[in-house]
């Protein structure tokens, strides 16, 4: 019984020996690990397994199978597993993510995704509206088809031959000699009422087809409802200096309730800061640098109150913060006399900052910082023979419009003073640093419609008038064509030529314009040679103002007769608190938009 038992362990020995004496190794990886990513591009025709490989027990290659759902075609990352399989039938698994990528734009440009917003909206409206060519010879119709243009405004006056706009155009025409373009009579002069008297021109014209193709149009909101003006976001999106347009001016672009653009602008005349420096310097006051804050500011002008309180005939001034403060200090969006752009109503009671500041002023002119708010006789006391304290020198910070800058410039420097302009001051926390411009319109006819070719050789006038770089330097031009003495003298009216501010950031544009480019110092122009015009951040300013709000119903009805100094003035003289003011105000004129609203004719109405 031993021995057999003997010999059955001995036979099991034997069995296991025999058994672990067979090689089961399984193929081996080289190059991958568990988890790794394989990446591929979209499109490709196979998985790449370059620089991956598998070998059996003996070092002898073998092939790699790939499991798992994918696709080559479609962008996205999948779970996948390689699999090597040796001629014993061993096998090792290793799950890897295989990740599909895009083509990048240099690999392929006609992606979507590499398309830009101008690239988009040319391939949606090419030959449509952009660039139509209906005898697909290859050039735009609009810059060979016999095209008349009318146009209707009245800015410079009825003779053509004085009137600036009119030389551009006919700059215009010479360039497009296609193109003819007249000027309609009846809107080239004045006419009653004012805006509103313009609408009821222009409304008639419509409606006797005799409307201008191209128009003047103070009275955005009224013309849209009215059906009298064409939708040119096509021509914006598809134009690449249009680019440029600040975000400010494309706001006020659009209808008020944003399915059209209405017009375009082609001038802005806002205010600027002036500062007497001759008087600062004359005071022994340091000079800000452009890049000043609100605080800095307010120092400034402490230091030159001190003198007021003193009793000399000196004064700060005070930078008009009225129009449009409840967005410098307190961000409302746009902040025109307090109306918010986004709700569609007044909204300047809330402005805490902003009745803080004109709390403030009402205070200082108790204590007779300001000339104006001292009664006849104590001006008279005070600084005899002086009838403006910033003509007569002795006031240290004035906001001046831009459409008078160059008579404003005139009268203090043949006064004899030194001055400067700013850039306004960075704001205070909890506002935004940015000024207000009145922007003038130009719209095109909505009967245009009916005819693109036409349609897109106004819009190319228009642009040319406005914001494109041709037709800026043609329009600048025009300045060193004439006389410079002419200017000098009066004659001739700068601000005629330059025609304010214009809505674009382009460089290429506001290198060009002459209060930037600078006149020749040795010349009679020279006086109008300002460094801040050379700021960056002052030429955006300028050109990313706040505009008043052309496009909204009964703004102007409601706003225009509301000025906001007479809030200071019932502080000053009733001793009252912006809180004691504001709330009522701003409820009565909130109800008069709703009452004009009820009556108003809106657009599909």
Not at 64 to 69: A, E, K, L, W
Not at 497 to 525: C, E, R
Request: aromatic share 12%; with cysteine; glycine share 8%.
């Amino acid at each position: 019984m031993r021995k057999l038992l003997l010999l059955t362990v001995s036979l099991l020995i034997t069995f296991v020996l025999v058994g672990c004496g067979t090689d089961t190794t399984p193929p081996s990886f080289n190059g991958v690990v568990q988890n790794a990513t394989i990446t591929v591009k979209v499109n490709s025709s196979e998985v790449p397994l370059t620089g991956i490989s598998a070998t059996d027990k003996d070092g002898k290659p073998v092939s790699i199978v790939i499991t798992g759902n994918y696709d080559l075609t479609t962008i996205g990352t999948y779970s996948i597993n390689l699999v090597a399989t040796d001629p014993d039938g061993y096998r090792t698994t290793i799950a890897v993510t295989l990740s599909v990528l895009a083509l990048t734009c240099e690999e392929d440009p006609e992606q979507d995704i590499c398309k830009t917003a101008l690239d988009k909206a040319r391939e949606l409206y090419e030959g449509t509206i952009y660039n139509v060519d209906l005898n697909q010879n290859g050039t735009p119709d609009w810059q060979e088809d016999t095209i008349e243009l009318s146009m209707g405004y009245s800015y410079y006056g009825d003779d053509n031959e004085a009137n600036a706009v009119w030389q551009n155009v006919l700059k215009f025409m010479e360039q497009y000699p296609n193109i003819t373009v007249t000027r309609d009579p009846l809107f080239s002069s004045g006419w009653e009422n004012g805006d509103d008297g313009l609408l009821v021109l222009q409304e008639a014209a419509l409606l006797d087809g005799t409307l201008p193709d191209i128009f003047h149009n103070p009275k955005g909101a009224e013309t849209y409802d009215k059906g009298m003006t064409i939708d040119l976001t096509p021509y914006i999106l598809t134009d690449e200096e249009a680019g440029f347009i600040t975000p400010n001016a494309l706001s006020g672009m659009m209808t008020y309730d944003n399915l059209e653009m209405w017009g375009i602008p082609w001038q802005g005349v806002g205010p600027m800061v002036v500062l007497n420096t001759g008087l600062l310097e004359a005071l022994d006051i340091d000079l800000p640098g452009y890049d000043w804050t609100y605080a800095e500011y307010e120092a400034l002008r402490n230091e030159v109150g001190a003198i007021t309180n003193a009793g000399q005939c000196v004064f700060p001034g005070v930078i008009d913060f009225s129009i449009f403060g409840p967005n410098y200090f307190d961000s409302v969006p746009n902040g025109y006399k307090g109306y918010n752009s986004v709700t569609q109503r007044f909204d300047f009671a809330g402005a805490t900052n902003y009745g803080a500041w004109l709390e403030s002023v009402a205070t200082e002119a108790k204590q007779g910082w300001h000339f104006y708010d001292l009664d006849e006789a104590d001006r008279e006391a005070t600084c005899e023979g002086i009838t403006d304290s910033w003509t007569g020198g002795v006031r240290a910070v004035n906001t001046i419009m831009l459409y008078s800058f160059n008579a404003d410039v005139n009268t203090m420097v043949n006064n004899g003073q030194t001055i400067d302009i700013y850039p306004y001051p960075v704001a205070p926390a909890g506002g935004q640093t940015a000024t207000y411009t009145y922007h003038d319109y130009y719209s095109i006819s909505k009967t245009l419609e009916a005819d693109r070719v036409k349609a897109e050789a106004a819009f190319q006038l228009t642009k040319w008038l406005t914001y494109g770089v041709e037709g800026l330097e043609s329009r600048w031009d025009l300045i060193y064509d004439k006389d410079p003495a002419l200017f000098a003298s009066g004659d001739l009216y700068l601000m005629d030529y330059i025609q304010g501010w214009p809505i674009t950031s382009n460089p290429a544009v506001l290198a060009m314009h002459p209060l930037v480019k600078g006149f020749p110092t040795d010349g009679p122009l020279n006086r109008y040679n300002f460094a801040a015009f050379q700021n960056e951040a002052f030429q955006y300013q300028m050109s990313n103002a706040n505009p008043y709000p052309r496009q909204t119903p009964a703004f102007a009805s409601v706003a225009n007769p509301f000025d906001p100094w007479t809030i200071k003035d019932q502080m000053r003289d009733e001793s009252l608190s912006f809180e004691d003011i504001a709330p009522n105000l701003q409820d009565t004129m909130n109800e008069a938009i709703v009452e004009y609203l009820q009556y108003y004719i809106g657009s599909g109405n």
